[in-house]
């Protein structure tokens, strides 16, 4: 059974902290997504990684940036954190060679506070 | 306009009833399509794809409808277990998903 879990459930941080979010996959996948949900937005995906080192913008980057040292776990860093960044941050991952692109394994999400 | 539009609902049905929710897509370039199922304060979790000849999974339905960019979701003998919201999710490439705002559904005794 594939697992992706997220270091914290709950979060509260203080404006201008720097906030380091863990998202770990069990299944040796290759790709990992970073994603935040806003009521009335949906999903939008921050950042995105194909593989170790490797990294990729997605449609918000901006205020964010991304590690990727270990193929099994994909980290999500709020520079400066914003109130603006207060949000439910999901972290994904799809099956290695997956036919279906759409099955993503979702991480129970972190719930962020910036205060 | 946004690239994925839902109706945010809520739908309010009582349990048996049949529901069906449409959504629609902008980029006519689009791959793939998804229906993903939400419950409150959890992780959105796969539901079924949809393809063009449409697809059953039980008491659910996907269509899709190149022509006229839309997709569809139907819930025939609606259970107070399906209460949940439903993403439409369009694959626009290389594994990056859009996903719409979803659509909320109540099913009550």
């Known amino acids: 059974d594939v697992k992706v879990t997220q270091s914290s459930r709950y979060l509260v941080k203080r404006t201008g902290e720097k906030v380091f979010l863990e998202c770990v996959q069990d299944?040796?996948?290759?790709?990992m997504f970073w994603y935040r949900q806003d009521p009335g937005l949906g999903l939008r995906l921050i950042y995105f990684?194909?593989?170790?080192?490797?990294?990729e913008k997605g449609d918000i980057p901006e205020g964010y940036s991304v590690s990727r040292e270990k193929k099994e776990r994909f980290s999500l860093i709020l520079e400066s954190a914003s109130t603006n960044q207060t949000s439910m941050y999901l972290c994904?991952?799809?099956?290695?060679?997956?036919?279906?692109?759409?099955?993503?394994?979702f991480g129970p999400g972190t719930r962020l506070t910036v205060t | 306009r946004k690239e994925v539009e839902q109706d945010p609902g809520p739908f309010n049905v009582p349990e048996g009833a049949t529901v069906a929710f449409n959504c629609t897509y902008s980029?006519?370039?689009?791959?793939?399509f998804f229906w993903y199922r939400q419950d409150c304060r959890k992780e959105p979790k796969l539901l079924m794809s949809?393809?063009?000849s449409g697809n059953e999974d039980g008491r659910f339905t996907a269509q899709l409808n190149r022509a006229s960019q839309y997709i569809s979701l139907l819930i025939r003998d609606s259970k107070l277990s399906d209460s949940a919201t439903y993403l439409c999710?369009?694959?626009?490439?290389?594994?990056?998903?859009?996903f719409g705002t979803g659509t909320r559904l109540l099913v009550s005794p």
């Open positions: 994904a991952s799809p099956p290695r060679a997956a036919g279906d692109v759409g099955e993503q394994y």
């Open positions: 299944m040796d996948h290759e790709n």
């Open positions: 990684s194909y593989d170790v080192k490797m990294k």
């Open positions: 980029n006519s370039a689009s791959q793939s």
């Open positions: 949809v393809y063009s």
């Open positions: 999710v369009v694959n626009t490439g290389f594994q990056k998903l859009v």
